[in-house]
Structures are given as structure tokens and as C-alpha cells.
């Protein structure tokens, strides 16, 4: 009897969410095409679809934790994942429950993944190195505050270790949803030999409209897939990958040496850009894994997390990821092979313009 009143509270709770998220919507700026980011929910990644890359190395992206949720937040993630109901914002959708991060930690221990940083990723795609047996890197995108509280030491933990992508122009900033690290607090990170910390831009974390007066990322308003580029489009991107590869320096001890584009996807003139200035490769949000003799440092598949992603899902996202597909041609490691992968099957229109529009 006691689980039918549960039952029952929770659909009846449901319409007052939607109502209360409608609100929030409308009065202070929390909806979707309102927010600072200018994006929707994400979709959980899907091991099953044809452009899903198996048989290489992992790259899991998170963005943000959070302590245990109350039955409040149980009740709005149930409305957004078996409803489709709008009762989580955009962040919380990016947001995975501390918890569930340790579970996730804890399975990749027991089946015996090793954590790699991403240049050992870059010497094992090259063929300087083998790796250990099964290898995985953890990142985290925008370097909210909440990693230092939570993964530091779970990590710890399960001795394991993670990279962070900070937009340097941001970090110790209230950034809208976001509150970010000050840079005593990344350098504390990096000190405990658990993060290292990389660039997620300086300054090009925002959508402007463009020609076709669609929002678009700032770095794709300036170097269009196609077309001619702006008028000082180049310079502007490199002045600020420049600018973050620098702060990081002046700050951690060391320059950028790896780009996370924002909104998960780039282009292969974008990549030669920061290979210019200095960067080894780049991080899409093109899903799946990174294999040698298939894979450049360019245009890396990750895996995202979210609130969507329950531990079957990471099972299967992870046993997927395990096995091995077809091969395929070798492509060649320069910043031009980012092209080919944005030809391979699976990463071209659908998945791309799902990428450029979810990611955060």
C-alpha cells in the first residue's frame, strides 16, 4: 500500500514541476533558449548507432557533480527521463550525481581499466607506446567547483586521474549556472597529482547568430565550414587559444597542449589553427573511442556522461566501446585527419549537428 502512495506522489507531483520549471522559465531566464549557453539537454550517447567508434581507447567526459539528491531532484529526473517532461534545467542535465560517479569509478576498477593522461593517449595513437590492457582518460569540461569537492577524492580513491578543460577567461568566476575554480584551486588539483588542467578557449565559450541567423558557435561564425571566413577570423581564434595556452602557463607552470572545442565539434581548419599554437590535439564530442592506426590526436571521440546515464547504460557504453569493429583505412597524423573523421559513417550531418547543438 505504501508503494502506491509513493507512486501516486510522485505523478501527482509531476504537473506542479512542469508548472514551477514554466515559471522559472519565463520570470528568470532558466529556459532552454534562454540560457547561458544557448543549448538543449543532451541525448544519452548511444552505443548502438553506426558512428558509435569501438575497439579503441575511451575518453569519458564529465561536466559537473552533486551530492546525494534529495527525493525532489529523483522526482524531476524521473519527469525528464521516462516523461520527457522540462522539469531539469540545462545544467542539471550535464550533472552527474556523486554517487553515481563513484559507481561508475568503482566498475571501471574491478573490470581493470587503467586511467591514462591524454599525451600517453597521444603516444599510444602515434605508436610510441602500447598502454596498459585497458586504458580509459576522464575529463572534465568548464572546471566547476564541485570536481575539487567531489571527484578529488574518488579519484583518490580508486588511484586514478583526470584532466580539466577551463575556459581560462572564466575560471574563478560566477559564470551563470556555473560556479568555476580560481586558480589557487586548479593549482592545488594539479599539485595533488590527480588533474591536469588543459583549455576548453580562452573566450570563445558563446553562440552568435550567423549569416542564416541560427545561433552558432563564435569560432564557426569566424571560420565557416564553408564559404569564405570573416575578415580576421583567424586571427581572432588564434589570439585566443594563444591567450589560454599563456594564462594556463602563467598559472599551472605549463602551456595548453589540449583543446576541447566548445559545443563538442570543430573543423579540421580550426585544429590546424591551434596546432599553430602549440596544441597536440583536440578533444569533439563525437562519440565513441580512439584507436591506433585509425585515429589522429585530432578530433578525439569522447563519451559523455549526464544525468541521463544510468549504470546500464555506462555497462553497455563502456562493454561496447570494449569491442572491436572492421578495421579501417589508417589515417594520417595531422591535424587534416580531424577531416576524416568527420566523414566517417555516422559522424556526418546527424551526428555533428547534434553535437554542435547539445554540448555545452
Known amino acids: 500500500m505504501r508503494r502506491y502512495a509513493l507512486i501516486a506522489l510522485v505523478l501527482l507531483s509531476l504537473p506542479l514541476l512542469v508548472v514551477w520549471h514554466q515559471y522559472e522559465a519565463t520570470y528568470h531566464d532558466t529556459g532552454s533558449r534562454a540560457d547561458y549557453l544557448e543549448i538543449e539537454e543532451p541525448a544519452v ?9 569501438r575497439g579503441g581507447v575511451p575518453i569519458l567526459c564529465y561536466h559537473y557533480l552533486r551530492g546525494t539528491p534529495g ?20 545544467r542539471e542535465y550535464w550533472t552527474t550525481p556523486a554517487n ?7 566498475w571501471l576498477s574491478e573490470h581493470g581499466y ?41 579519484l583518490r580513491r580508486y588511484g586514478m586521474t583526470a584532466s580539466i578543460m577551463v575556459v581560462t577567461s572564466k575560471v574563478g568566476r560566477r559564470w551563470q549556472d ?9 593549482k592545488r588539483l594539479e599539485d ?75 573543423s579540421s581548419e580550426l585544429d590546424s589553427l591551434a596546432a599553430k599554437e602549440g596544441y597536440r590535439g583536440s578533444l569533439s564530442l563525437a562519440a565513441g573511442t580512439n584507436k591506433p592506426g585509425r585515429d589522429s590526436t585530432w578530433h578525439l571521440s569522447r563519451i559523455t556522461i549526464t544525468a541521463r546515464t544510468s549504470m546500464k547504460d555506462f555497462i553497455e557504453l563502456m562493454e561496447t566501446a570494449d569491442q572491436e569493429e572492421p578495421a579501417a583505412a589508417p ?17 556526418g550531418k546527424d551526428e555533428s549537428t547534434s553535437a554542435r547543438r547539445n554540448a555545452p
Open 45 to 53: 550517447a548511444d552505443p548502438h548507432h553506426p558512428g558509435f567508434r
Open 71 to 90: 527525493p525532489v531532484y529523483f522526482v524531476r529526473v524521473l519527469g525528464a527521463v521516462l516523461f520527457n517532461l522540462p522539469t531539469l534545467k540545462e
Open 100 to 106: 553515481a560517479f563513484q559507481r561508475q569509478l568503482a
Open 114 to 154: 587503467t586511467t591514462i593522461s591524454l599525451d600517453e593517449l597521444a603516444e599510444i595513437l602515434q605508436g610510441r607506446e602500447i598502454g596498459p590492457p585497458k586504458p580509459v582518460v576522464i575529463t572534465f569540461d568548464d572546471g566547476d567547483v564541485t570536481i575539487e569537492k567531489y571527484a578529488l577524492p574518488l
Open 178 to 186: 556555473v560556479q568555476t575554480m580560481d586558480w589557487g584551486a586548479l
Open 192 to 266: 595533488s597529482g590527480v588533474f591536469r588542467v588543459e583549455s576548453h578557449t580562452h573566450d570563445m565559450h558563446y553562440k552568435v547568430k550567423g549569416a542564416d541567423g541560427r545561433m552558432t558557435p563564435v569560432f564557426l561564425d569566424k571560420l565557416p565550414y564553408t564559404g569564405e571566413p570573416r575578415r580576421g577570423g583567424e586571427i581572432f581564434v588564434r589570439f585566443d587559444l594563444r591567450t589560454a595556452s599563456r594564462l594556463i602557463e602563467e598559472h599551472m607552470g605549463h602551456p595548453a597542449r589540449w583543446l576541447a572545442w566548445p559545443y563538442g565539434w570543430a
Open 331 to 347: 589515417v594520417e597524423d595531422t591535424v587534416t585527419a580531424s577531416a576524416t573523421r568527420s566523414a566517417a559513417p555516422g559522424a
